[in-house]
C-alpha cells in the first residue's frame, strides 16, 4: 500500500541538482525517490545519534549516585 505524498518546494544549489538528476537518469529511477531516500537515510542516522531516554535516565541515577567516586577518579 501507498502512502499519500505530499508536495513542498525548496532550492538546491544548482550544480548539486545537476548532479541529482544526472544520477536519478543514471539510475533510471526519479528525482523524487533518490531525494525520498536521502531524507529517510538522514532522519535515521540523526535518530540514532541521539541517547535513548532510558539510557540518559540510568545515565543520571549513577552520576548522582556515585558522585562521589567519580569526584575521586577525576582527582
Do not use: H
Amino acid at each position: 500500500m501507498n502512502k499519500p505524498l505530499e508536495k513542498f518546494a525548496t532550492q538546491l544549489d544548482s550544480a548539486l541538482l545537476a548532479d541529482l538528476r544526472g544520477l536519478a537518469k543514471a539510475e533510471g529511477r526519479q528525482i523524487q525517490s533518490l531525494v525520498e531516500e536521502a531524507v529517510s537515510k538522514l532522519i535515521a542516522e540523526r535518530r540514532d545519534q541521539q541517547p535513548r531516554k532510558e539510557v540518559m535516565d540510568a545515565y543520571e541515577r549513577a552520576r548522582t549516585r556515585y558522585a562521589s567516586v567519580f569526584k575521586k577518579l577525576a582527582e
